[in-house]
């Protein structure tokens, strides 16, 4: 089995910063992909940002240029820092990870419990 736990979330004023992290944990032999995704209420859940185990990026269009999604291969942890933040970025923030978990095994999918981040404006 396998756990991802998010940590950084919290409430930040328009302009501010924030640094979500996603650790994982338990039996992985590789994490081929890692994402942010966020949910607002009334919303579908979309994805911000993903990085693949070497290194490739993309970024929701909404947040380039004020996201970066980064990853310690070594920690199996993700990291997202969000710099002008608005409030338009208010929501639930959930980390996704694509994970083999034996070596011969096909990636299983993973999702966090969630972290809020609620911009102010």
């Known amino acids: 089995q396998v756990q991802l736990v998010e940590s950084g979330g919290g409430l930040v004023q328009a302009g501010g910063s924030l640094r979500l992290s996603c650790a994982a944990s338990?039996?992985?032999?590789?994490?081929?992909?890692m994402g942010w995704y966020r949910q607002a209420p009334g919303k579908q859940r979309e994805l911000v940002a993903g990085i693949t185990i070497g290194g490739s990026t993309n970024h929701a269009d909404s947040v380039k240029g004020r996201f970066t999604i980064s990853r310690d291969n070594a920690k199996n942890t993700v990291y997202l820092q969000m710099n002008s933040l608005k409030p338009e970025d208010t929501a639930m923030y959930y980390c996704?990870?694509?994970?083999?978990?034996?070596?011969?095994?096909?990636?299983?999918?993973?999702w966090g419990q969630g972290t809020q981040v609620t911009v102010s404006s």
């Open positions: 996704n990870a694509l994970v083999r978990v034996t070596p011969l095994s096909g990636v299983s999918d993973y």
């Open positions: 338990g039996s992985i032999v590789s994490i081929n992909y």
